[in-house]
């Protein structure tokens, strides 16, 4: 029996990149749901978790950091976050990787890069 790929959510206001994010993501054997707004997201979580999150930072309404911050409230979460910006800045890095975020990287993102990321946060290991 072949087990489920991987669910992977994609989180960012930018509809053409949850798109190439999306492509990508799914051309690498991952299940993706992408979600236009951190609100989305949240409340998808009732339904299904996935085991890794590409989260924008910048968004209107609930930012990444809303979003990072209530996935770090649950103590059961099992969530890998995956902190993608355009708006870099060695503040919001630090903060991103202070509350858990398994990878920060600067849009435009990369492939590999940010493959390897997703699987390191889905593993637990670093990228």
Do not use: W
Request: net charge negative.
């Amino acid at each position: 029996m072949n087990e489920a790929p991987p669910y992977v959510a994609v989180v960012d206001d930018e509809p053409a990149v949850c798109k190439a994010f999306e492509r990508l993501l799914r051309a690498s054997k991952f299940e993706v749901v992408t979600f236009c707004s951190g609100a989305d997201f949240l409340t998808s979580l009732s339904l299904r978790a996935p085991a890794c999150v590409v989260l924008d930072l910048h968004m209107p309404g609930l930012n990444g950091f809303d979003v990072q911050a209530h996935l770090a409230a649950d103590p059961g979460n099992k969530v890998g976050v995956v902190i993608v910006t355009a708006h870099d800045s060695p503040t919001s890095q630090q903060r991103a990787m202070a509350a858990g975020a398994a990878a920060y990287l600067r849009k435009p993102v990369e492939t590999q890069p940010l493959l390897d990321a997703v699987r390191a946060a889905i593993s637990g290991t670093s990228p």
